[in-house]
T-cell receptor, first 113, second 110 residues
């Protein structure tokens, strides 16, 4: 049973719109990372948050942004959606002291039309 | 540059047969290596991980992997495959940021 919950599970947006994806982690999971998984590809690192501060970023433009909240939830925001943003977005969190012991959520499937 | 290569895009095996999924990595220091499994519509489940020590790592569901530094490989094995093992398998090079391979899709024939 996963300790990471993502919402919504599926989402359809129009090109140019903005979207917010949400992730809820277990208590004590103070590190959260977001990944983009395009169809037929492996997940690609977007960014990581640690104690509510961005702690690393992959090769994604600034229109991808995030927030982490004190209650161990987090958000991924994408502005000016493009067709290529269609993908499965995965959230992964890790508890304090468990080196790289990430738990992944089931993801949000975003389709941009 | 860090990277992971999974040479086999798709593998088909018969139920009960042995399985080996290949993974090669590129990294200048001692790597942290992982294998994840992903069922359709699901997130990633950790099968096993290698940080240091014994190069043969045991994981869940009867999987094991062997780290070979000389070959820059971390191949996943299972002695006898079950139909429920059909899924997508990802090898990853980890740290704060994970680098995933493109995955190997496993089909199990009854």
């Amino acid at each position: 049973e996963t300790g990471v919950t993502q919402s919504p599970t599926h989402l359809i947006k129009t090109r140019g719109q903005q979207v917010t994806l949400r992730c809820s982690s277990q208590s004590g999971h103070n590190t959260v990372s977001w990944y983009q998984q395009a169809l037929g590809q492996g997940p690609q690192f977007i960014f990581q948050y640690y104690r509510e501060e961005e702690n690393g970023r992959g090769n994604f433009p600034p229109r991808f942004s995030g927030l982490q909240f004190p209650n161990y939830s987090s958000e991924l925001n994408v502005n000016a959606l493009e067709l290529d943003d269609s993908a499965l977005y995965l959230c992964a969190s890790s508890p304090v002291g468990q080196l790289y012991g990430y738990t992944f959520g089931s993801g949000t499937r975003l389709t941009v039309v | 540059a860090q990277s992971v290569t999974q040479p086999d895009i798709h593998i088909t095996v018969s139920e009960g047969a042995s399985l080996e999924l290949r993974c090669n990595y590129s990294y200048g220091a001692t790597p942290y290596l992982f294998w994840y499994v992903q069922s359709p519509g699901q997130g990633l489940q950790l099968l096993l991980k290698y940080f240091s020590g014994d190069t043969l790592v045991q994981g869940i569901k009867g999987f094991e992997a062997e780290f070979k530094r000389s070959q820059s490989s971390f191949n996943l094995r299972k002695p006898s495959v079950h139909w429920s093992d059909a899924a997508e398998y990802f090898c990853a090079l980890g740290g704060n940021q994970f680098y995933f391979g493109t995955g190997t899709s496993l089909t199990v024939i009854p």
